[in-house]
Nanobody
């Protein structure tokens, strides 16, 4: 499984960005894909995930501002980020896991920088 993330960049506080992550390789039809982030000096943390069946989960810090979606046919997951805050600045990583396994696959990360 390979994951290619894109869409990061520099944005002013209050602005919006949309991240994309395209999966390729041996992709199961029963999986969970999502986004995590890691800010400088901090641990990697969950942002949002969505199963192939449409169940989603969000970190409290992004609820109401971020929205995860996916196109199963295109094997792509998106993260629409609105009302961005300085503290959203981080490297955002895409993750894939086939349901029923413990193996995670990670994308290369895309940097999101929110200026104050």
């Amino acid at each position: 499984v390979q994951l290619q993330a894109s869409g990061g960049g520099l944005v002013q506080s209050g602005g919006s960005l949309r991240l994309s992550c395209a999966a390729s390789g041996s992709i199961s039809s029963n999986n969970v894909m999502g986004w995590y982030r890691q800010a400088p000096g901090k641990e990697r943390e969950l942002v949002a995930t969505m199963s192939s069946g449409g169940w989603s989960n969000y970190a409290d810090s992004v609820k109401g501002r971020f929205r995860i979606s996916r196109d199963n046919a295109q094997k792509t997951v998106y993260l629409q980020m609105n009302s961005l805050k300085f503290e959203d600045t981080a490297v955002y990583y895409c993750k894939y896991r086939q349901i029923g396994t413990n193996r995670d696959y990670w994308g290369q990360g895309t940097l999101v920088t929110v200026s104050q």
